[in-house]
Each structure stands twice: as structure tokens, then as C-alpha cells.
């Protein structure tokens, strides 16, 4: 989580630094958003021409391993919240 806060922090400087300066950013967010997705996906392509011209199989297995921690990255876990005492049971022991 902390590094998306970061992420959200540094555009926001960007951001900030750009309406200081009085320039428009570079692309139109949708634009850009649609760019990065071709970097992450065009990075994928390597990989997955070189384990098919080494003839192994492309499985889902190697679109969990290997391409969506590369494209999602490490995404936040879902926590269990510490257990929570009841107050009659409390007053039943006590």
C-alpha cells in the first residue's frame, strides 16, 4: 500500500508543479493511461516469444508467474482483523 501512496504523492507534486508553471501535462490522462498498458503488455512479448520458441507450453500458470506480478504488481492483501472480544462473554467469565 505505501508504495501507491507514493505513486499518488509524486503525481500529485507533478501535478502541482505543473499548474505552478501554468503548462498542461503532456497527454491526456486517458491517453497515457492507454500507453503505459501497451509498455506493461509490450514487455510481455519477449518473454512469451522466447518460451514459445523454446517450444515449452504456455500455460495459465505462466500468465500468473510471470505476467500478472509484472503488470499488477505486488497488490495489497486483504487482513484478518484481530478478534474482538464480546462483552457478555466477557461478563460471563469475569
Not at 508543479?17 to 512479448?45: C, K
Amino acid at each position: 500500500m505505501k508504495i501507491y501512496l507514493i505513486s499518488l504523492a509524486a503525481g500529485l507534486l507533478v501535478g502541482i508543479i505543473y499548474s505552478l508553471l501554468n503548462v498542461r501535462s503532456p497527454a491526456p490522462p486517458m491517453v497515457a493511461l492507454v500507453g503505459l498498458l501497451g509498455i506493461l503488455i509490450g514487455e510481455q512479448l519477449i518473454p512469451f516469444a522466447k518460451t514459445i520458441i523454446k517450444g515449452d507450453s504456455v500455460t495459465t500458470s505462466w500468465l500468473h508467474h510471470q505476467v500478472k506480478p509484472h503488470v499488477f504488481g505486488d497488490l495489497p492483501k486483504a487482513t484478518t482483523p484481530p478478534a474482538r472480544q464480546d462483552a457478555t462473554s466477557e461478563k460471563a467469565t469475569g
